[in-house]
Every structure is written in C-alpha cells, then in structure tokens.
C-alpha cells in the first residue's frame, strides 16, 4: 500500500460513548482503511493497549503516521491517550461486542436458566453464614421499626420482597427505592429501628452513605451484599453472597434467586421467633382472603 491510499482516512473526528462503540463502527462511519485498522484493534486488544505505534501499524498493514491521524480521528489527543482510552474500554466494550456463543431454542434456554438458578441457590446454600442471619434475624425479630434500602432492578426488588415477606408476620416495615428518601428516613430512624440494605455488588454509594449515618447515629444495619465491598464494610451485620456471573450479557443475573433465597430464610427464622403471633396474623390475612376472593383455603397465602 503506497502513501497516497495509506493516508486516505475520512475527515473530522467521530463522535461515540466509548473507543469501542466507535471502533465496531455499527453506523459505517469509518472509510475503508479506517475499518481495516479498527479490525486489527479489535481482533487483540490487550495487544494494541501495549503495542507501539509501530507494532500497530506493521500489524495492520499501515504506516505509523496513519495509526496517529486514526487516533485523532476517533477523538483521542494522542497515541497515548488512545492507549489509555483503549484500555478503559475495554473493561466494559467487549463482552458486549463480541457475546459468547450461546443456544438460543426454548428447550435450550429454559434449561439453562434453571440450572444457573439451581447452581446459585446450593452455591448460597453451601456458603451461608449462619451466623450472620442469625443475628440479623434477632435484630429483625425484636425492632419496633424496619427500613429497608434498595435500588436498582434486582435491589429494588429484593427490598421489596423482604417488606411482602415481613409485613404479613406483623413487623412495621417500610421499603425505599429512593435515595433521597432513603437517606430521609435514615437521618429521622429512632432507637429502635433496623435497617436492612441490598446491594448486588455492594458498590452503591449512597447506600453506605446512609449506613454511615445510621452507624453514627447508633441505629444497627443489615447489608445483603458481596463480602469485603463498601456496603459490606458499612453495615454492623453482613450477610455475604459472592457469585460469580457467566459471560452471557443476555441472561438476568442468577445471583437474584440467592437473593431472593435468603430473604425467605429470614422471613421463615423471623415467623419462628414468635410463632403465636405470626399464626394469629397469618389466619387474620387468610380469613380476608377467603372472605372476599378464593373462597376456600386451598390458594396460595396472597398475589
């Protein structure tokens, strides 16, 4: 390739979220030469992220003075700092660019689904501490008042489970979604009050803001969270679940139905803490229920 077709790039920087989104070049942005540089990128970047210009060029088949106007082209100030980009991008870019191969028929699926829930609930079961939940479950047991903190898809819901599962059992218990509200509530909670927080990666900061608050206010917290994170680190009582994530971008998180798991281990151990009263309680939303949608007993205790 001469000089003349090896500096035929297109004019003007592009403009994309990430080096990956504009090196994929999904809106054909990119000119010919320019697709045959940001192919050789992609096909090793951990090679180019520590490469010389020169290694680059030569792999690609271009001159180093064309590895430096692609950089620029792609909005980066310098070779170094496509380098860095690179990097930075990569941590996110490429599971998604390129998903693993992955069955796609219903029976496949279905199958799939049900043995990563499968896998995480005895990889939970195997792991939990006892211990933990045990404690955490005194607490619950004996509080006048429960917040309970989460947000996002799967911590939104997680809270809110736990408020379905301990309502019915006669605890006073409110879930937030909000942070705002939930920082709200932490700075009015009187003695008293339990604060429960869900995090999957334990990484939401105002969630260990708000325990933060609540520990200097003596208000005890329960974190179900990744052991050794933020939120772990902020909460009096931790209960850990540390799952690893398959490289399917398109399956929900398995980690969810471990979640999910040990809210129902602690709704159960709370109900045993004071099995007259959540009887009495349960028979009261029971009878409701009868009365006015199923009329017998052989449906399911609520929706």
Not at 26 to 38: I, N, P, T, Y
Not at 191 to 208: D, I
Not at 224 to 240: G, K, M, N, R, Y
């Amino acid at each position: 390739m001469n000089e003349l077709q090896d500096t035929a790039l297109s004019a003007g920087p592009l403009s994309a979220p990430d080096l990956i989104v504009a090196l994929s070049d999904e809106e054909g942005k990119l000119s010919a030469l320019e697709k045959k540089l940001a192919a050789s990128v992609l096909a090793d970047v951990n090679f180019a992220t520590n490469a010389s210009i020169t290694e680059i060029a030569e792999r690609a088949g271009v001159s180093p003075p064309t590895v430096t106007r692609f950089c620029r082209r792609l909005g980066c100030a310098s070779f170094s700092d496509f380098k860095v980009q690179l990097a930075r991008s990569a941590y996110v870019g490429l599971r998604y660019l390129k998903p693993e191969s992955v069955t796609s028929t219903a029976a496949e699926v279905a199958e799939d689904i049900v043995t990563k829930a499968q896998n995480a609930l005895f990889e939970t079961h195997r792991g939990l501490d006892l211990a933990a939940v045990e404690r955490a479950v005194r607490l619950l047991a004996k509080a006048d008042m429960i917040y309970a903190f989460g947000s996002g898809g799967n911590s939104s819901m997680i809270v809110n489970e736990l408020q379905n599962r301990l309502f019915r059992l006669g605890a006073r218990i409110s879930a937030s979604n909000d942070h705002g509200m939930s920082l709200m509530l932490a700075a009015a909670a009187e003695p008293g009050t339990v604060v429960f927080g869900s995090s999957f990666t334990g990484r939401n900061q105002e969630l260990v803001r708000c325990f933060g608050l609540l520990r200097d206010r003596g208000i005890p917290t329960i974190a179900l969270t990744q052991s050794a994170s933020p939120v772990a680190e902020a909460a009096d009582v931790v209960i850990p679940v540390n799952l690893p994530e398959g490289q399917n971008i398109f399956r929900a998180s398995s980690t969810r139905f471990a979640f999910l798991a040990v809210v129902d281990i602690i709704a159960n151990l709370v109900a045993y803490a004071d099995r007259p009263r959540s009887a009495r309680i349960l028979r009261g939303i029971k009878e409701q229920l009868i009365k006015h949608r199923d009329g017998d007993d052989r449906q399911l205790l609520g929706d």
